[in-house]
């Protein structure tokens, strides 16, 4: 018999690739954190000795959770600045809260703190942007999962970094110190068009182009950002991204919520993808993105949270079943974004877009074991006649029993196997105290 580590055995296996599979009584063996076999059990049984095996009798088995758009630390600041329209909400409430407590600690303890309710939610992997990034990453590795690091920048100066040469010149370095990390990846992270200058942005696109980074940058989020932009620059944000050669298959649009049909098409002639937050925008008022029409203009759209202090959740889960259910109703179509694409955008096409496919996102052999199982023995999970329908419309974070990342468990039974967050609640009550004088404030 071959010996695996670990050998999972799933009422339903629901690997995203091929496209709606639902394998039932299936088992994956996982080997030094790669899937070597996704077969039907019986098989596996005879096939694998393992060195511990689970049986979820009554749980499905998918792809860890891809959240594609966060600043993790920012957890922090949830609930800090609720019910604003966001350029208020930035530049009377989080932007000074940022130039005040912003450090390495703070971004460090604020990161530890998604990575606990991300974990707990089925997710394996965060797409970040936000200051000091060391810290970031320094928290990712410490919690065993899997994240893509944005090397941030933008022309004004804050506490992490004066001016851009001194954001670039940082971020560069933690990508130097990390890149063999194998649960790290990074991106270049501009934060927007409207905190970005054009020079800059064209030192951003070449060094993309060097180190064969994908570029995260917020774009199109407000109506307010294109008539700002068209006061300026004369050009709409996205075609001005493009004049400056920022639009490509590297580009990780975040938001894209006011899109007409010609950027549309833009989007997808260059193969760039789309990080779609569809309960931020619903929070911050910003609108509702044409998700159907960017589906069928063949642009890759994933799922993100945006971070908590816009949210307030950082829920993968919660947000397939809003993405899917804005698109119908926004498109008037009840089979516009269906569950198996909504779950395809958590997993799957965020994997695309950060250039980790090969890596993550669906449950293949040779893939990362980053594996999540919901438990569908409970009431609000019954009667189950699909379950890829169930796990966008019906299941919750809270249904999540199991997750691993890389084959390492670190979820079981709903509970965080992290040692790090055994003293973990003191530094937040701190944090708590801090912001919270600037509230009263």
């Known amino acids: 018999m071959e010996t695996v580590d670990i050998l999972i055995d799933a009422h339903w296996v629901i690997p995203v690739e091929p496209a709606g599979a639902l394998l039932r009584d299936h088992s994956v063996a996982v080997r030094d954190g790669i899937i070597v076999a996704v077969l039907p059990s019986a098989q596996a049984q005879a096939r694998f000795s393992c060195a511990r095996r689970f049986t979820l009798s009554h749980h499905a088995l998918i792809p860890g959770l891809i959240n594609l758009h966060t600043h993790a630390a920012m957890t922090l600041m949830r609930g800090l600045a609720d019910d604003l329209a ?27 703190l998604a990575c606990a ?22 928290a990712a590795l410490a919690c065993g999962m899997r994240a893509a690091i944005g090397l941030i920048a933008v022309d004004f100066p804050t506490p992490y970094a004066s001016d851009v040469d001194d954001y670039l010149a940082k971020g560069l370095a933690v990508r130097d110190r990390y890149k063999s990390e194998r649960l790290l990846s990074f991106c270049m992270a501009p934060h927007a068009p409207y905190t970005v200058s054009d020079s800059s942005f064209s030192r951003i696109v070449t060094l993309a182009e060097e180190l064969d980074l994908p570029i ?46 010609a950027e549309m098409e833009l989007l997808a002639r260059h193969g760039a993808s789309v990080a779609h937050c569809p309960s931020s925008n619903l929070k911050l008022a910003s609108g509702i993105a044409p998700v159907a029409e960017l589906f069928a203009a063949g642009v890759n759209v994933g ?16 947000e397939m079943r809003t993405a899917a259910l804005l698109a119908k109703a926004r498109s008037h179509d009840p089979e516009a974004m269906p569950a198996a694409l909504a779950l395809q955008a958590a997993t799957l096409n965020a994997a695309r877009a950060l250039g980790i496919e090969r890596t993550a996102g669906s449950i293949v052999a040779g893939k990362s074991a980053d594996l999540c199982a919901v438990d569908f ?19 919750g974070r809270e249904n999540v029993s199991h997750v ?20 973990f609640y003191k530094p937040l009550r701190l944090w708590q105290n801090k912001l919270g004088v600037e509230t009263k404030a």
């Open 86 to 112: 966001l350029m208020r909400w930035l530049q009377d409430h989080i932007w000074p809260a940022e130039a005040k407590h912003a450090s390495e600690a703070f971004v460090r303890d604020g990161t530890m």
């Open 117 to 138: 309710e991300m974990l707990r939610a089925g997710v394996t992997c965060f797409n970040d942007m936000y200051f000091f990034p060391q810290a970031a990453a320094e």
């Open 216 to 261: 995260h940058v917020h774009v199109h989020e407000t109506g307010e950002e294109i008539r700002a932009s068209l006061a300026q620059h004369k050009l709409r944000p996205l075609h001005r991204l493009n004049e400056l050669g920022v639009v490509g298959p590297r580009l990780i649009a975040v938001h894209a919520v006011h899109l007409e049909a």
């Open 303 to 318: 799922l993100g949270t945006d971070g908590a202090a816009s949210n307030n959740r950082l829920d993968v889960l919660g």
């Open 377 to 395: 023995d409970v009431p609000e999970l019954l009667p189950c006649y699909d379950p890829i329908s169930h796990l966008v419309y019906a299941a």
């Open 404 to 423: 691993w990342v890389a084959g390492a468990l670190r979820v079981e039974e709903k509970s965080l196997l992290l040692s790090d967050f055994l003293d």
